[in-house]
T-cell receptor, first 113, second 110 residues
Framework: GAGVSQTPSNKVTEKGKYVELRCDPISGHTALYWYRQSLGQGPEFLIYFQGTGAADDSGLPNDRFFAVRPEGSVSTLKIQRTERGDSAVYLCASSRGMTETQYFGPGTRLLVL | RKEVEQDPGPFNVPEGATVAFNCTYS??????FFWYRQDCRKEPKLLMSVYSSGNEDGRFTAQLNRASQYISLLIRDSKLSDSATYLC???????????FGQGTTLQVKP
């Protein structure tokens, strides 16, 4: 079946701009996660949703970052006033339930110039 | 101190070699443990879960030592296709949040 999909695959933007990154989880998966991976590092947790609600947003670095999942399926990660330090691969994952195996999407490569 | 620490390597080994990776974690209350594999410019994929009793999947063996807060991965008879980054992963509280190590890079040479 279809895996986790993320769009766009690459995004180049200028410092100060607003970006939205989209994640389509595996059908039927109730839990959805966002991670950020910088070059040479492991993924870093940002936020996860159980259904429509954010169950843990402790990894969001500051209030420029926000994520939604209004219907409990697709999620959007929103970054306001982008900074060069936001450049990274943004990974989305989904799982059947909170403690089940997480399956990752291919990521969105964000470059802030 | 990082929550999950790994030697980034790289580990360069010949085909057929046995190689071991280690990882330590700081949160003694951590509930579950995994090894993920990540190929260059690809997403991480679950390689195996790690259990207290140790577990094996073909050429791969994972061990957990809760007293020392230490996790290991052993790869026997290395193949060229094993070349990748191996990520040590901890779930600190049986929630959805995974904590990843930096990853250890393995390069298997002919």
């Amino acid at each position: 079946g279809a895996g986790v999909s993320q769009t766009p695959s690459n995004k180049v933007t200028e410092k100060g701009k607003y970006v939205e990154l989209r994640c389509d989880p595996i059908s039927g998966h109730t839990a959805l996660y966002w991670y950020r991976q910088s070059l040479g590092q492991g993924p870093e947790f940002l936020i996860y949703f159980q259904g429509t609600g954010a169950a843990d947003d402790s990894g969001l670095p500051n209030d420029r970052f926000f994520a939604v999942r209004p219907e409990g399926s697709v999620s959007t990660l929103k970054i306001q006033r982008t900074e060069r330090g936001d450049s990274a691969v943004y990974l989305c994952a989904s799982s059947r339930g909170m403690t089940e195996t997480q399956y990752f999407g291919p990521g969105t490569r964000l470059l802030v110039l | 101190r990082k929550e999950v620490e790994q030697d980034p390597g790289p580990f360069n080994v010949p085909e057929g070699a046995t190689v071991a990776f280690n990882c330590t974690y700081s949160n003694s209350a951590s509930q579950s443990f995994f090894w993920y594999r990540q190929d260059c410019r690809k997403e991480p994929k679950l390689l195996m879960s790690v259990y207290s009793s140790g577990n094996e999947d073909g050429r791969f063996t994972a061990q957990l030592n809760r007293a020392s807060q230490y996790i290991s991965l052993l790869i026997r008879d290395s193949k060229l296709s094993d070349s990748a980054t191996y990520l040590c992963v901890v779930n600190p509280g049986n929630t959805g949040k995974l904590i990843f190590g930096q990853g250890t890079t393995l390069q298997v040479k002919p």
